[in-house]
Structure formats: structure tokens, C-alpha cells
């Protein structure tokens, strides 16, 4: 680009954006790119730093910030994403609706190896919400050759860098196990706090069955709502290494394949994972009653976002799986379960 003083600039086009900034008052935009300059921007200009601005370049082969920060995110986030305009060399990516974010980290690294360019998302697995902002993308100079951003593309091309995949439907069914609850000596807390934590995705609990620690009253409960119509099973009680406690050993009779039985996240290390067919049955322990947020809460979004869960995903949750039960909980915004 061209550097050119500000008091010889009238008539000319500015190449860049101008930012303002007033502490604690306002950031934001003054000049947009594509501006031309005129004798009363003069003085503004010059309260703002500028004592030299850079005109619009000619070169065909150099791109500017801001075409060459929406082309990087066009190439990066196909896959249910919106984008913002440029707006100061930058390139805001938005969730097109609620879902789970997925980034390809590998990508990511070789997109950031990338001389000038940057690319930054917040971390892979966060259940997010539609139109929150989930990536943003910058050039560091004003300019760039066109060839970077070429790279950029057809490496994007091949692989997904940013998605969105939405929750689908599941229908739940709850099988609490417990002599306790059966019998009515205490009353189940299970069922109130499932229901509030299936209830911001798109799915139901169609119904709660509470039987005794026994494998066939367990095996009679998760058939039954399997025929009503649930494709997802959440065991309750009975999780632990207790004499009394069945409900494992319950699930793996039923020809459940048994992922995990124990998962390195605190809380939530008595969690386990499995597959009846293609119906997820997930065993949970009892922190899922007392603890704001548990190992449940990382796995949840994955399921209902339709991911088969592996080993190797159980496995990887014990980099970022210690809860430090911060008082409020932040948790999505917190280390927890980000390890990955």
C-alpha cells in the first residue's frame, strides 16, 4: 500500500479501516475502507494518531484485510455457520443454530502456520447457541498475497475446519435402580434433575421407571421404554462398587457393548457408556444429583448431536476433566472438559 500524509490524501481512497477508541466509552469503526478522504476528515484523522493513512493498492495480486478475511471464512466454516461482515480486517464466524461445535484442530494449526494469517475459535465440543460467535478470523497486514489465501482454500476444501452439527431428537427413557426409591423410603432425585438437563435440547423424557436393585427388574424397565420408543437410556443408582449396586453388571447382560465403565473426569468417575444396538445407555453416578455440572455434561451434547461415542473419546477427557467446581459455575466459559 501506499503511505501517504494525511493533509495529501484529499480525494483519495482510504485502504483500510480507522479505528476509535475512547476508554471505557466506545471501540469501533471511524473511517470504513473505501472512504475518500475530505478536508474536514483532517482533523479527526489527526486526533486519532494518523498522521499518514495508506491508500487502496492496484496490485490484482494482493488482496485486502477485509476481502481476504471473508474468503478465509467462507473456505473454513461451510458447514453451519454464518459470518459477519469484514469489519476492521475481521471476520466474526456465528453458529447458524444451536448445535454442537466441532473443530478440526489439525486444520487449524496448519491454517496459523500460515505466514500473516490468523484464525481462532473457541474450544471443540461446546454445545453453543444460534448466532453465537464461535470463530474469528484476521490478515495481519493490510494486505496479502492472493496465493495465501488460495492455500487456505484448498486445504479447506477437503476437510470441514469449523461445523455445526444440531442436536437431533431423542426420546429418553429413565430407569432408576434403587430399593430405597422403590420402596419408598426415600423420595428420587434423579428424575427432576434429567429433566431439566435434556430440556434445552431438542428432546424428552417420555418416561421414568424406579425398580428395585434387581438385574431382571432392570432388564424388564430399559425393554419396556425401548418398545414405548426410547432411543436413549439413562440408568440411574446402583453405579458404584457397592455389593447391592447391580445396575453395570445389569446393563452388560442386557447385550449392551459396554464403551467405558469409569471415565478420568471429576466429578463423574463411575459414568459409564455404552450401545444397545444404536440406542446409547449411558450409567450415571450419583454426583449427576448433587453437582451442578459432571462427566454427564460433557457427554450429553456429543450424543444428542448423533456422535457414536468411542474409547478413545472417553479416554481423552482426562486432559481438562477436573471440575474445579468454581462458585458461580461458568461452565461452558471454563477449562472443564476442554482438554481435548
Do not use: W
Not at 473511517?31 to 476528515?41: A, L, R, W
Not at 447385550?255 to 440406542?279: H, N, Q, R, V
Not at 460433557?298 to 482426562?318: F, Q, S, Y
Amino acid at each position: 500500500m501506499n503511505k501517504v500524509r494525511v493533509q495529501d490524501a484529499v480525494g483519495m481512497v482510504l485502504g483500510h479501516d480507522i479505528t476509535k477508541i475512547v476508554p471505557n466509552e466506545f471501540k469501533g469503526r471511524a473511517f470504513k475502507k473505501g472512504h475518500i478522504i475530505s478536508v474536514n476528515d483532517i482533523p479527526e484523522l489527526l486526533k486519532l494518531g494518523k498522521e499518514h493513512i495508506f491508500i487502496m493498492p492496484t496490485n490484482k495480486d494482493l488482496l485486502h484485510e477485509n476481502e481476504a478475511a471473508l474468503r478465509i471464512a467462507s473456505a473454513g466454516g461451510k458447514v453451519g455457520v454464518n459470518f459477519t461482515e469484514p469489519k476492521e480486517g475481521k471476520v466474526n464466524l456465528l453458529a447458524d443454530s444451536s448445535g454442537l461445535l466441532k473443530v478440526n484442530k489439525e486444520l487449524l494449526r496448519k491454517i496459523n502456520s500460515v505466514e500473516d494469517i490468523i484464525f481462532a475459535s473457541i474450544h471443540n465440543n461446546t454445545p453453543v447457541s444460534e448466532n453465537q460467535i464461535v470463530a474469528g478470523t484476521r490478515i495481519i497486514p493490510l494486505v496479502i498475497d492472493e496465493k495465501s489465501i488460495k492455500y487456505i482454500e484448498e486445504i479447506c476444501a477437503q476437510e470441514n475446519l469449523i461445523e455445526i452439527k444440531p442436536y437431533k431428537e431423542f426420546k429418553v427413557g429413565i430407569v432408576t435402580t434403587g430399593n430405597e426409591v422403590f420402596y419408598g423410603r426415600i423420595q428420587d432425585a434423579f428424575g427432576p434433575v434429567l429433566r431439566v438437563k435434556v430440556s434445552p435440547f431438542a428432546t424428552e423424557v417420555i418416561e421414568q421407571k424406579i425398580v428395585p436393585d434387581s438385574k431382571e427388574a432392570i432388564r424388564e424397565a430399559v425393554f419396556s421404554l425401548i418398545e414405548k420408543g426410547a432411543n436413549m437410556i439413562l440408568a440411574t443408582g446402583g453405579m458404584s462398587v457397592d455389593p447391592d449396586d447391580v445396575t453395570p453388571s445389569a446393563i452388560r447382560e442386557l447385550g449392551t457393548k459396554i464403551i467405558s465403565y469409569g471415565a478420568p473426569a471429576l466429578p463423574g468417575a463411575m459414568f459409564l457408556m455404552g450401545y444397545l444396538g444404536d440406542i446409547p445407555i449411558m450409567g450415571l453416578p450419583g454426583c449427576v444429583m448433587y453437582n451442578k455440572i459432571t462427566v454427564f455434561d460433557l457427554i450429553l451434547p456429543r450424543v444428542l448431536a448423533g456422535e457414536v461415542i468411542t474409547k478413545m473419546d472417553i479416554i481423552n477427557l482426562g486432559h481438562g476433566g477436573l471440575c474445579l467446581e468454581c462458585n458461580p459455575c461458568r461452565y461452558p466459559n471454563c477449562s472443564f472438559g476442554k482438554g481435548d
